[in-house]
């Protein structure tokens, strides 16, 4: 079954730092970019990153620039999010996908998602 796992999220302290899972179940994961996009209450899904197949290439909205870093490990079929000096604004329910882009239009396959609590 083709499946998306997402792990790592959690309740933490404005000003802390994060790392998301995601673990692909996906025989052609080595061959698909991924990204990760976040929802959060009475909003529409946003785009938070994405990276190309190898890794060469890693595309950040704004607000991720400089605080969230996007990596993969084809070797182990994962993708990482890794969120420093988190805001209570950062506070959604995180979901990995597969695609790339900066809409939720541009991801195929979805995981089950997340949930990043940010406390100011």
């Known amino acids: 079954q083709v499946q998306l796992v997402e792990s790592g999220g959690g309740l933490v302290q404005a000003g802390d730092s994060l790392r998301l899972s995601c673990a692909a179940s996906?025989?052609?994961?080595?061959?698909?970019?991924m990204g990760w996009l976040r929802q959060a209450p009475g909003k529409e899904s946003e785009f938070v990153a994405c990276?190309?197949?190898?890794?060469?290439?890693?595309y950040y909205a704004d607000f991720a620039e400089g605080r969230f870093t996007i990596s993969r490990d084809n070797a182990k079929n994962t993708v990482y999010l890794q969120m420093n000096n988190l805001k209570p604004e950062d506070t959604a329910v995180y979901y990995c996908?597969?695609?790339?882009?900066?809409?939720?239009?541009?991801?195929?396959?979805w995981g089950q998602g997340t949930q990043v609590t940010v406390a100011s």
């Open positions: 990276i190309t197949w190898s890794g060469g290439g890693s």
């Open positions: 996908a597969r695609g790339l882009g900066n809409s939720a239009q541009d991801y195929d396959l």
């Open positions: 996906v025989r052609t994961f080595s061959d698909d970019p």
